[in-house]
């Protein structure tokens, strides 16, 4: 009997099978974005269990587990690793059409050779199985990189960071994967929020100098942005509940600023005129530094008041926003534009229904001798699944130009998520096979195993400019 994930998984015609394993499957990966600690990279981290590698921070799994009812003790409480593994292998099954059972599967075969299914029975198994392996050499932190066949990473990482641990991983010559930084500003971004002062005076603290009005809040921004630079980073990314754009002058968000900095809580009004202002501020000093900018749109954060209360942040209570972006976004992108200050930038929207507002807006936003300046970010999150990721491709395609779209990205804090790119690759090569199959595009396989292997790599390595010194 074929085992479930087999050499043509989700690889529906002979055309797709073509485009993948002659052109698409042994690519390196370049993953812009995901959310790794540097730390266990540079350390290579080493894990005692699969609980550890697997369950640790994954709150997609945490939401599956719930919705089946499982308490709260095996999924982030004191239950014993193995119970927690445990009741993670009884949710599996339950969870096709669900991304996580393709992904638990590809992990299972890639990293760990296993062809079982995980369920309730075969659990044991594959717990000792997985936990032997892991005690040997290669399978830490870099040997998982590494096995992924892995080029280039973007982490996301706070303004106040040192960046010891890039340093750490750029001055290893044993580890052949570049990993750079990105510039996460959202604390500073968020001005309402009630940790905002606290966060005014840490950043006052990294850049050496005392923040007592807007000006100088400017000023340690982009003495912080110039320190990223200086260590590699080449990205900055912004996370949006949604979109704000409403004008104002200096001294209008100086005096908002001068408000918030009295204790004081702003109007909407006021948040959105301080947002548009930095935000404009930000990206014109990217653009100045040939940097990316990234902005995910849409998710409302922490939506169940008790048990943010209990668990804090990012534990898998986060939804997706609907809201107005089609003319914020282009007057954002306009306002740049005009002053000659746009950089490449990467549009993401959480939400479905506003990709094609997002994929006719990019358009909008052409540059003479850059292919696809301003993207349609890749399906993301609550997207990022078989039907999530054909739409957006499908949706990308309808109203602009797939063939200069950047390409997939993990997104993620496991080690383990590189199959989402291989994932990706398959989904991309059967749905342009069964382009071939229909008689919509001709059966020209140069042509476009050449546009898969661009969605797939290259395009990416063009647009961040990847350079991989070989350490």
């Excluded at 992924?148 to 990482?157: L, Q």
């Excluded at 993207?375 to 200069?404: C, E, K, P, Y």
């Excluded at 342009?432 to 797939?456: M, R, T």
């Amino acid at each position: 009997m074929q085992p479930f994930i087999h050499e043509n998984f989700l690889l529906q015609n002979k055309h797709a099978e073509v485009l993948y394993h002659d052109y698409a499957k042994s690519l390196p990966i370049i993953d812009y974005h995901c959310h790794l600690s540097a730390k266990e990279i540079a350390e290579d981290r080493r894990f005692h269990d699969m609980t550890e590698l697997w369950l640790e921070g994954d709150h997609y799994k945490w939401r599956a587990m719930r919705a089946l009812g499982v308490e709260e003790e095996y999924i982030t409480g004191n239950a014993a690793p193995e119970e927690k593994f445990q009741a993670w292998a009884k949710t599996v099954p339950y969870c096709i059409g669900n991304p996580l059972y393709h992904w638990t599967h590809l992990e299972l075969k890639r990293y760990f050779q296993v062809d079982l299914l995980l369920n309730e029975e075969t659990w044991r198994e594959i717990w000792d199985h997985c936990n032997t392996l892991l005690r040997q050499e290669k399978f830490s932190a870099r040997s998982f990189i590494v096995k992924s066949n892995v080029e280039w990473i973007g982490t996301t990482d706070d303004p106040l960071d040192d960046l010891v641990d890039h340093q750490k991983i750029a001055q290893d010559p044993s580890f052949p994967v570049k990993v750079v930084p990105s510039f996460r500003l959202d604390a500073i971004i968020e001005i309402n929020r009630s940790s905002f002062l606290d966060y005014v005076e840490k950043l006052g603290e990294a850049a050496d100098l005392s923040i007592e009005d807007y000006g100088q809040l400017l000023q340690a921004i982009e003495s912080r942005v110039r320190y990223f630079h200086a260590a590699g980073c080449r990205m900055a990314d912004h996370g949006f509940e949604s979109l704000p754009y409403s004008e104002c002058g200096w001294n209008e968000v100086n005096a908002i600023f001068q408000k918030r900095k009295d204790g004081f809580v702003l109007s909407r009004e006021e948040e959105e005129k301080y947002k548009t202002f930095t935000l404009c501020f930000l990206a014109r000093l990217y653009h100045s530094l040939g940097w990316v900018m990234q902005l995910h749109i849409g998710s409302i954060r922490n939506t169940n008041g008790k048990m943010f209360q209990r668990l804090g942040p990012n534990t898998g209570y986060d939804s997706i926003h609907d809201f107005f972006l089609a003319q914020p976004l282009n007057a954002f992108l306009n306002e740049l534009e005009r002053g000659d200050q746009l950089p490449k930038t990467i549009v993401y929207t959480l939400n479905p229904a506003y990709n094609y507002v997002v994929a006719s807006t990019v358009g909008n936003f052409p540059s003479e001798g850059i292919k696809g300046k301003v993207q349609f970010g890749a399906a993301w999150w609550f997207n990022d699944h078989q039907d999530g990721i054909i739409t957006h491709l499908t949706d990308l395609a309808n109203v602009g130009v797939l063939s200069t779209f950047v390409g997939m990205l993990t997104d993620s804090r496991s080690f383990l998520s590189y199959v989402r790119h291989e994932y990706f690759r398959r989904i991309v090569c059967n749905l342009i096979g069964s382009w071939i199959e229909k008689g919509e595009v001709p059966q020209d396989y140069a042509f476009l195993g050449k546009i898969v292997q661009d969605l797939c790599y290259f395009n990416a390595k063009q647009y961040f400019q990847v350079v991989v010194s070989g350490g």
